[in-house]
């Protein structure tokens, strides 16, 4: 798989961009404030139905324009297929979209247009996966597995509604309504719940062995382990995963149940996807706390790759890798180690890598373009790896 053309028109600074790609590595440089890391933006818009760097897509929008228009020809091995979006504003005052998409011009809902372009996103900010809160971890699930089971997006929809509505009642029930009413909300907990569960501890017992793989082509030693901690055992307890849906399911409703007096006590639900958890280990041990901050990085670059390669065994094909400036976060050995592993992946992975300036050395045979005030032109670049 790989995009073929891009356009995006009154996305933040884009008026009007139009580009072509090809497969393998391309690298956009130029100075910052130009548009690249937006450029990489508008592609995750386009594959995910959503801005991984934006609360909502009313955010995207160009100051004062009534519409923006995101559109792709993408490449894959059952033919071409194009993906469009466009956003209108319906009203003055605070921005609000409606959005519509059409696939090969035929209108469509957004979870249908999941996996018609997969992507995987390397920002900067994801080098404190580690580290950082369970959200973001969370959040590496939901999309990897969204894009290859448009199912699963769709019950962590149903969830998020049956939880915004269980919260609610139980808010209610601390400032004096109904005590019990928020139990009506268990049963479509349950069930969107369960599908989330299963769905996670699949994927992260097949992302395990492929991110210990890449964590020694990045070049480190020691033992990486994944673990999805579900959150089926009260406010801070955190489990093994389940073996089924069936399995997932009966260990919620028990959590559910069990929790229910600290749920009053907190108005709100303690228990729940919404609350897992991926623990990370190096050699045995937690890595937030005991991997050093370079350890740290080559278990996200090591993920990273996972990822991309858990998207061909999965689904046949190539996703298509955005690399925001990662490049400049890391230090001269992982920069080579990750250069080495795009150059291994061959042109068959096409990865946009976003660079300040004319920035490092990269692979022979990169497509290099550059970008100013939101132009783009062919551009320049050093042809050598480094060793």
């Known amino acids: 798989m790989h995009l ?22 391309t690298v956009i440089h130029g100075p910052n404030g130009q548009g690249k890391t937006t ?20 955010d995207c929008l160009a100051w004062g324009a009534p519409a923006m228009r995101l559109s792709a020809a993408v490449a894959g091995r059952r033919g071409p297929v194009a993906v469009d979006l466009r956003c209108d504003r319906t009203e003055a005052g605070p921005v609000r979209l409606r ?10 809902a957004a979870r249908a247009v999941l ?3 997969r992507v995987v996103c390397f920002w900067p900010d994801d080098l404190g996966l580690v580290k950082g809160p369970a959200g973001g971890r969370r959040r590496l699930l939901d999309v990897a ?8 997006a769709e019950a962590g929809v149903r969830y998020r509604r049956a939880l915004e509505q269980r919260n609610a009642a139980l808010r209610q029930a601390r400032d004096g309504g109904p005590p019990l009413a928020y139990q009506a909300w268990d049963g479509a907990l349950l069930d969107s719940g369960a599908s989330l569960i299963a769905a996670r501890a699949d994927f992260v017992a097949a992302l395990a062995p492929l991110a210990q793989a890449a964590l020694r082509e990045v070049g480190e030693t020691g033992a990486l382990g994944l673990a999805y901690r579900p959150a089926l055992a009260g406010a ?22 069990r929790g229910g007096p600290a749920d009053r006590a907190r108005a709100q639900t303690l228990v729940g996807p919404h609350r897992d ?29 996972a990822e991309v390669r858990h998207h061909r065994e999965a689904s046949g094909e190539e996703p298509v890798l955005l690399l925001d400036d990662v490049l400049s976060e890391l230090d001269p050995e992982r920069q080579g180690a990750l250069l080495r592993i795009l150059a291994g992946e061959g042109p068959a992975l096409q990865t946009l890598l976003t660079v300040a300036g004319e920035g490092p050395h990269v692979p022979s045979g990169a497509r290099h373009l550059r970008m100013d005030g939101g132009r783009v032109r062919p551009g320049t670049g050093a042809a050598q790896a480094p060793p």
């Not at 801070?236 to 149940?257: F, I, K, S």
């Open 4 to 25: 073929a053309q891009l356009r995006l028109f009154a996305f933040r600074g884009h008026q009007d961009l139009r580009l072509e790609l090809g497969p393998g590595l």
């Open 39 to 58: 450029l990489l933006e508008g592609i995750a818009v386009l594959a995910l139905t959503q801005s991984p760097l934006a609360g909502s897509l009313a």
């Open 99 to 108: 959005r519509r998409y059409r696939v090969d011009g035929h209108p469509t």
């Open 115 to 117: 996996g018609r372009l």
């Open 145 to 152: 597995i969204s894009q290859s089971d448009p199912g699963y």
């Open 236 to 257: 801070d307890a955190r489990a093994a995963p389940p073996a089924d849906r069936a399995e997932a399911r009966e260990r919620l409703a028990d959590g559910l149940l």
């Open 277 to 305: 958890e991926v623990e990370m280990t190096l050699d045995g041990r937690p890595a937030r706390a005991f991997a050093s901050q370079g350890q740290q990085r080559s278990i996200v670059l090591a993920v990273k790759v």
